[in-house]
């Protein structure tokens, strides 16, 4: 745990701008590789296309907020984190939330409290944003640490159709 806490130190959390918008989706792709997602080249080449238009326009319009961990300047951890806004319901009264995503940890940074803190400015961020709750999808190596902080699964059935 000594490790761990003296690791933590030596790390600078801050805030994604639009200047950090190329190593968003760097990291991004990295992930979705790593969990398995089908790419070539072409799709590789439109989600970048894609990533950067979303990135930019909704990280100006507070749509999106994104942290860093950095390591002495380099970039080693991410999150990322949707406000959504929808007519509100009895359990999300200002139909105000957020959604977590991008959590990613550089390989030989991982298992050392990085994404733990990151989730945590998260959902700090959510507190004073005021939203009524938070959302995410678990991997399967995620899935203990977000328990950890206190997400569980809905008690409704998530589904989900794509569209051609």
């Keep these: 745990m000594k490790n761990i806490s003296k690791l933590i130190k030596q790390i600078s959390f801050r805030t994604a701008t639009v200047e950090d918008v190329k190593i968003l989706i760097d990291y991004r792709i990295q992930f979705l590789k790593e969990i398995g997602q089908k790419f070539n080249s072409k799709l590789d080449a439109e989600l970048r296309c894609n990533l950067q238009e979303y990135f930019a326009v909704n990280i100006k319009a507070k749509k999106f907020v994104a942290l860093i961990a950095e390591i002495q300047g380099k970039p080693v951890g991410f999150g990322g984190m949707v406000i959504r806004s929808q007519p509100g319901n009895f359990q999300v009264p200002q139909g105000r939330t957020g ?32 939203l009524d709750r938070i959302d995410l999808e678990a991997t399967e190596m995620g899935e203990p640490l977000y328990r950890n902080l206190g997400f569980n699964e809905p008690y409704y059935r998530a589904m989900k159709k794509y569209l051609d």
């Design 99 to 130: 959604y977590i995503l991008n959590m990613y940890t550089v390989a030989e940074y991982r298992r050392k409290g990085i994404g733990k803190e990151i989730l945590k400015l998260l959902l700090n961020e959510g507190n004073k944003l005021n």
